[in-house]
């Protein structure tokens, strides 16, 4: 693909700008270390390239004055593959696995998407990209909490199980620039989502509790972020911090670049 003149570095700017501030702003922006989503292939045709890593997640909460951890892992697979120059259509999987210190918290979540991707120039070494996705994620979680029936010191041990479908669509841009042995990918994504729940109680003294079921209001969450991919060996590490109101989320992330990737990113 052709070289691009500087000139065109300015507007891919300003578009990047002003898309995040008329898309967030009514929403929090998170910024984050972490895998980009184009990856980093050569969009030539008939390429194919292929990711899988796993991680480790770890949350503080405190809500209420009730503090605890949550702890667990992750793993996900990623495929691109370019039916012409300069366009890939994309899948991924993931699941994770996380466990609380309190109330035998498990939680379990199950995401998937399909995605598009086009290249749109290259200039001095840096490759620029758009893109857009759709998916979701299906979720449960279960935990027993500890309800006071007001009869003496009993407590009901209630079982309460929820389980959720979120779908959700995206869009970004992406760039990928080469600095010696290592590539920076600097990203941005707006994403929508919503979608449905339910929830089912279970009492240890035979009471009997209603289930309950709502909708997940749509929302749009901004994220942006980079990844430090190193090419000799083929690994990036990313790290996630995010705080909000009564959390804090740490994750590390180790990703392996496979087959034909680790061809196209020079590796």
Do not use: H
């Amino acid at each position: 693909m052709a070289k691009t003149p500087s000139r065109l570095i300015v507007p891919f700017v300003a578009a990047l700008a002003i898309g995040a501030s008329a898309f967030a702003e009514e929403n929090k922006a998170t910024f984050t270390v972490a895998p980009p989503p184009v990856g980093y292939p050569d969009f030539n045709a008939g390429d194919a390239t292929e990711q899988a890593g796993g991680g480790a997640v770890v949350i503080k909460t405190d809500y209420g004055g009730l503090a605890g951890w949550l702890v667990g892992g992750s793993g996900a697979w990623q495929f691109q593959f370019c039916p012409v120059d300069d366009l890939a259509l994309g899948a991924s999987v993931a699941g994770s696995l996380m466990a609380g210190d309190r109330n035998c918290l498990l939680l379990m979540s199950a995401p998937f998407g399909v995605s598009l991707a086009a290249e749109l120039f290259e200039w001095r070494g840096s490759t620029f990209y758009a893109f857009g996705y759709a998916g979701g994620t299906l979720s449960y979680s279960s935990q027993i909490i500890g309800i006071p029936i007001g009869i003496g010191d009993v407590i009901d041990e209630t079982s309460v199980e929820t389980m959720s479908g979120i779908l959700s669509a995206g869009i970004g841009c992406q760039a990928n620039a080469a600095l010696g042995g290592f590539v920076v990918s600097p990203f941005a994504q707006w994403t929508w989502s919503g979608g449905v729940y339910g929830t089912t109680q279970s009492s240890s003294l035979s009471f009997d509790y209603p289930s309950r079921s709502g909708e997940v209001e749509l929302s749009m969450n901004s994220i942006y972020g980079f990844d430090l991919l190193y090419q000799p060996l083929g690994w990036s590490l990313s790290s996630q911090l995010r705080l909000g109101e009564g959390y804090q989320m740490i994750t590390l992330a180790l990703r392996r670049l496979l087959g034909a990737a680790k061809a196209r990113s020079g590796a």
